[in-house]
């Protein structure tokens, strides 16, 4: 069975940090590049960021470039998201997507649960 | 950046009927070199995270009902459910995926009447 399961979000004051996980078990779905897209709770879904196969290439959406990282290690099956300067505008869930298609097209086949990220004092 | 407008915002049809939302991209999603539409489709219920559902603007992911279908091209795109079930009941979203960053429609809310 494919899995795909976020860890590390929670609350944290507005200018501290977190790190994100994902890991992804099973085969049905695409692991080769790897997003990671968010939801303000009751709103609309904002993709943040991706991630090449060997995580050379990394791209992200101008809200937080320069301040959010995504990693991967591939031998743990595992995507990370960086968090720092964390806003209060960062406050959402945040899933962890796997890409099919291509690197710089890709629509999302498998979705994490996602993980509340909340940013407040 | 392109944007992607849904219409309705909500929809309230009755079980077994048709249903159609419709988006539609700022520019021309379709790559003239592939003759493919670069749109997603997901269907997203409540506490739940989306779930694919069409890809190049009509190609049905595995072991979604056939109920389901979407068209369109350049910058008209639409999703029908041919025959609402109960379990239909959700929030869709189209998505682009023709450049980056890739952008979602604002959803639309698909209920029973």
């Known amino acids: 069975e494919v899995q795909v399961v976020e860890s590390g979000g929670g609350l944290v004051q507005p200018g501290g940090s977190l790190r994100l996980a994902c890991e992804v078990s099973g085969f049905t779905c695409s692991n080769y590049w790897m997003h990671w897209v968010r939801q303000v709770p009751g709103k609309g879904l904002v993709w943040v960021s991706r991630?090449?196969?060997?995580?050379?290439?990394?791209n992200y959406a101008d809200s937080v470039k320069g301040r959010f990282t995504i990693s991967r290690d591939n031998g743990k099956s595992t995507l990370y998201l960086q968090m720092n300067s964390l806003r209060a505008e960062d406050t959402a869930v945040y899933y962890c997507a796997t890409g099919r298609g291509t690197y710089i097209s890709s629509w999302f086949d498998c979705w994490g649960q996602g993980t509340l990220v909340t940013v407040s004092s | 950046d392109i944007v992607m407008t849904q219409s309705p915002d909500s929809l309230a049809v009755s079980l077994g009927e048709r249903a159609t939302i419709n988006c539609k991209s700022s520019q021309s999603i379709l790559y003239n070199s592939n003759n493919k539409n670069y749109l997603a489709w997901y269907q997203q219920k409540p506490g739940q995270p989306p779930k694919l559902l069409i890809y190049w603007a009509s190609t049905r992911e595995s072991g979604v009902p056939d109920r389901f279908s979407g068209s369109g091209s350049g910058t008209d795109f639409s999703l029908t459910i041919s025959s609402l079930q109960a379990e239909d009941v959700a929030v869709y979203y189209c998505q682009q995926y023709y450049s980056s960053p890739h952008t979602f429609g604002q959803g639309t809310k698909l209920e029973s009447k």
């Open positions: 991630i090449n196969s060997d995580g050379s290439s990394t």
